[in-house]
């Protein structure tokens, strides 16, 4: 089987949307017609368990130009596009084996379709595909010459496969790139996830108490941006410098179990599990709104919620679930807990992806030209390629930046001159 996806009649409407996420994409476009050019990819296989969205649609389309043999699997059951599916199967040649809602056996079968492909390099949004290599298929882990992971999640997973000696791959960690996680998780999901929130439910966030869980770059930006509409943001943090940080940027910071009882919408983006529990629902105000945008649907405790719901109305709006408590107070739960932004809207905006996935693409052709010098452990990404992709981004919004004058470069480098 080649692909497995919804429906290929919806290709025409796919492609239009990948192109026009393509024009926010100059960076991306710029190495697609390098790669283009050179043929650096010539013949290797990669598998790319990411979300099936138009931007990600624009990567696999440059490995593609670059010569590679590309299969593209989902990274979250709910996340794909079906329509860019199709239009990648029909329009562009990618085998691609995604549906957007599959269950847990079809994602892992899907998973396992990227694996039979045979791959040389993989690229992962939350290390479940390497995971599956690692558990079930270590035979053909040991033919991948690099492995590149999109998100703090993934990287969080095989940093703790590294410190166990049990990494049978090199990683390049994209996510730890500041040319990914300052702009990606900021803006990219500060921005998407009020679009994912508004979307399943039209509120008004203007005068709500909204409590966001985690501080981190995917929290602040969350955080920022709720602001802006004009919402009373609580904070809620584990790590005393970035509960400071938060206090600073001027937001309330308190205790979820204070925040449970006051918050309006409830948002976690920790990467952490059971941030809003038992103890925190039976406090929460009738209509409280909750969702998550961080990697796993595990940040909100939906079992303690079933089981605490003396009734659940599924759907009453798309992507919202009604739970009545014992004290006949609702909860609504938005897109079943999986991350809303790319649940309930389209994801990150093109021109963020732009970074994240040009960085993806330059590191796959450094691992091509490299791999025989690389080890089983996780890297970051070369320097000199995070500072390509800043200086051609800021090219392509026709900004010009001071460059260092060499008597500062000098000074710069050197300690002889003080008070
Ligand atoms: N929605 C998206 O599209 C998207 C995009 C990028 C990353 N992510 C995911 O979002 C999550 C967060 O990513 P990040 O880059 O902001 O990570 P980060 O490490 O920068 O921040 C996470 C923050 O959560 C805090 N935290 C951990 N446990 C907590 C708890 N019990 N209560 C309160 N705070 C707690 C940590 O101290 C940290 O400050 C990850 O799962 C990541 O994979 C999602």
Same mark, same amino acid.
């Given at each position: ?34 790669f283009a050019?050179?043929k650096t990819l ?20 440059t490995l593609k130009a670059g010569g590679a ?184 910071? #308190?205790? #979820? ?95 963020? #992806?732009? #970074? ?9 052709e ?10 089983? +452990? ?12 800043? +200086? ?28």
């Amino acid at each position: 089987m080649k692909h497995d996806i919804t429906n290929l009649k919806l290709a025409p409407a796919g492609k239009k949307r990948i192109e026009w996420a393509e024009q926010d994409m100059p960076v991306l476009s710029e190495i697609r017609q390098k790669f283009a050019k050179a043929k650096t990819l010539k013949g290797l296989k990669v598998s790319a368990c990411l979300h099936v969205t138009c931007e990600t649609a624009n990567l696999v389309r440059t490995l593609k130009a670059g010569g590679a043999d590309v299969l593209l699997c989902a990274s979250n059951p709910l996340s794909t596009q079906d329509d860019v599916a199709a239009a990648l199967v029909k329009d562009y040649g990618i085998k691609v084996f995604a549906r957007c809602g599959e269950n847990r056996q079809v994602y892992y079968k899907h998973l396992q379709a990227a694996i039979a492909h045979q791959p040389e390099i993989t690229m992962d949004d939350g290390a479940d595909l390497l995971s599956l290599l690692h558990t079930k298929y270590q035979k053909q882990a040991l033919n991948i010459k690099g492995s590149m992971e999109e998100t703090t999640t993934g990287v969080i997973r095989l940093k703790a496969l590294e410190k166990e000696n049990r990494l049978l791959v090199p990683i390049i960690a994209i996510n730890d790139a500041k040319t990914k996680n300052l702009f990606d998780n900021r803006y990219g999901t500060g921005q998407s996830t009020l679009d994912g929130i508004i979307r399943a439910t039209d509120i008004l966030l203007a005068g709500k108490n909204v409590v966001v869980a985690g501080y981190g770059w995917c929290g602040r930006g969350f955080a920022m941006r709720a602001r802006g509409m004009g919402a009373n943001v609580i904070v809620t943090e584990v790590d005393p410098v970035k509960a400071i940080e938060a206090a600073m940027d001027g937001f309330r910071v #308190m205790k #979820m179990d204070q925040a449970a009882g006051i918050g309006d919408l409830f948002c976690t983006l920790t990467g952490d599990l059971k941030i809003i529990a038992k103890n925190h629902f039976v406090k929460m105000k009738d209509g409280a709104i909750v969702c998550n945008s961080g990697h796993f649907d595990v940040e909100i405790d939906i079992k303690a919620l079933t089981t605490l719901a003396k009734k659940i109305r599924k759907n009453v709006r798309n992507f919202v679930d009604e739970y009545t408590l014992p004290n006949r107070r609702r909860i609504y739960l938005l897109g079943e807990g999986r991350l809303i932004n790319l649940a309930a809207a389209e994801g990150h905006p093109a021109s963020v #992806m732009d #970074m994240s996935f040009s960085t993806q693409a330059l590191a796959t052709e450094y691992v091509v030209k490299n791999y025989k010098k690389l080890l089983n +452990k996780v890297y970051y990404v070369p320097q000199d390629i995070e500072n390509w992709i800043a +200086k051609t981004k800021l090219k392509s919004m026709g900004i010009s930046i001071d460059q260092l004058t060499s008597e500062q470069k000098k000074y710069l480098e050197s300690w002889e001159i003080g008070t």
